[in-house]
């Protein structure tokens, strides 16, 4: 009910090291499997995740190729398919601008058509670029969800889904009014999180389009103050982002934050860029990457809270 292959890395924290080419991020142990040679247990949910896609029907402009992405969200769904997703997530920027508001609906209709017939549910992350030329009422409207912020369970496990796309003076974007670098949560949806957080008694995953766990330009302006709020429910696991298209990881205060590499970056299928995320009951994960994005095969964390604990 909605409430408002790897590749080897360097460490990016205490708690990540290297294990056979392939970097492990582990909270308090990690995740048996195949890298330990046992078999990972039945996961809860699958989910499928791409970014940044910014579909365009218009000329490659440097590394983006616009016309590109529909065969490489192609690829993805196949591989999406053949996993058994339950979820397919995109983590913003599906379009990118056009100079109209009728071309730039078209773009947002055509490549919904093909995103909206994958398996599982679906679900969009409000990104700068899906608000170039639209409101968000237009582009929700599109897509099909009343809300930009919203959350949801499935699987045992709660979901969150941010938008940070409003200035710092709490106005939301739309038809090119804003600066991208300027990235807020605005105080209305950080209340809204926090009780959000203490309601449920679920193991909690959170999507978000501008990174949570840098500053800006890339960063969120209130990213400190969010992550006080994720880290006081004791319910998040890790928080899903895009719009860095490199991606990259971090974890902070237990949490994991993994920034998913932009689709649209290259030419051809080698240089496409998606994951598939396995949720485990005993509060763990592991994103398995195809193309140019990276595996994380062990992220964990510890039993959610009991939703009578205030979240402060």
């Excluded at 690829?75 to 397919?88: N, T």
């Excluded at 968000?136 to 409207?141: M, P, Y």
């Excluded at 940070?164 to 106005?171: I, K, L, M, N, Y």
């Amino acid at each position: 009910m909605t409430r408002r292959g790897p590749n080897p890395a360097r460490r990016t924290s205490r708690r990540a090291f290297l294990r056979d080419g392939a970097i492990l991020l582990t909270g308090a142990a990690v995740l048996p499997g195949r890298l330990a040679g046992e078999n990972l247990p039945k996961p809860d949910l699958r989910l499928g995740l791409v970014t940044d896609m910014h579909y365009a029907d218009k000329d490659a402009r440097s590394k983006r190729h616009y016309r590109q992405t529909l065969t490489k969200f192609a690829e993805a769904a196949g591989q999406f398919e053949k996993e058994k997703v339950d979820l397919v997530v995109e983590l913003g920027d599906i379009i990118d601008g056009a100079d109209s508001v009728e071309t730039e609906k078209a773009w947002l209709r055509r490549i919904v058509k093909d995103f909206s017939t994958g398996p599982g549910q679906h679900h969009y992350v409000l990104g700068n670029h899906c608000v170039y030329s639209l409101t968000k009422g237009e582009f929700l409207e599109i897509v099909g969800r009343k809300e930009s912020f919203y959350s949801f369970d499935a699987g045992g496990w709660h979901f969150v889904i941010l938008d940070a796309c409003f200035r710092e003076d709490g106005e939301p974007y739309g038809r090119k009014n804003y600066d991208w670098t300027d990235a807020n949560i605005p105080p209305a949806e950080a209340k809204w999180l926090r009780e959000d957080l203490g309601k449920t008694a679920h193991k909690t995953v959170v999507f978000v389009h501008q990174r949570l766990d840098v500053d800006p330009p890339m960063g969120i302006k209130n990213a400190p103050q969010i992550r006080r709020i994720l880290e006081a429910s004791g319910k998040v696991l890790a928080v899903l982002q895009g719009h860095h298209h490199q991606g990259g990881y971090s974890e902070i205060g237990g949490i994991h934050y993994c920034t998913l590499r932009g689709m649209i970056e290259g030419s051809g299928p080698d240089n496409n860029s998606y994951a598939v995320m396995d949720l485990f009951p005993d509060v763990a994960a592991r994103i398995t990457g195809w193309r140019k994005q990276k595996s994380y095969p062990s992220l964990r964390g510890q039993a959610a809270k009991p939703a009578s604990q205030p979240v402060r």
